[in-house]
């Protein structure tokens, strides 16, 4: 069962290590993810997890909120070549829609991806994210899914 868990002193070491599969374009490591949350922390609205799958971390996500906008970005997830294609990615997507929807905190998450990576840009469509027509961050499309359109 998927679960997300705060980076600590246990997982830190399994997380940084992981890396995504060179074809997948620019995107940025775990590490230069986890020093930007770091250098975010006082505006408590970004949030590093490690991604598990019961009791083993299969991958790594960075959220951000934007509670004027009424947003949540997820604005890194990924896991390593050994742990996809096993479900874990729509797992944790559909488990991140459904804690947004519950704390009626927001109105839409967004979340990028390169274009190089179709599989995941495939999941975010099917659970229904839809592209913004915005390219962003190196050429990264943007894509919504809104909680208050019909």
Request: aromatic fraction near 12%; charge should be negative.
């Amino acid at each position: 069962m998927i679960q997300f868990k705060k980076i600590t002193e246990d997982n830190f070491t399994a997380i940084v290590q992981m890396k995504r599969p060179p074809d997948e374009g620019f995107v940025a490591s775990n590490e230069y993810s986890l020093a930007q949350a770091w250098l975010y922390r006082d505006n408590n609205d970004v949030y590093p997890f490690a991604i598990y799958n019961d009791e083993v971390p299969v991958g790594f996500m960075l959220l951000d909120e934007d509670l004027e906008e009424r947003c949540l970005v997820i604005w890194r997830i990924m896991f390593p070549t050994e742990y996809q294609n096993k479900g874990y990615g729509t797992q944790a997507i559909k488990q991140i829609i459904q804690m947004a929807r519950d704390s009626k905190k927001y109105d839409y998450i967004l979340i990028d991806c390169v274009p190089e990576n179709k599989i995941a840009k495939h999941v975010y469509e099917k659970l229904g994210f839809k592209p913004t027509g915005e390219i962003v961050n190196n050429g990264e499309i943007e894509l919504k899914l809104s909680f208050t359109e019909k």
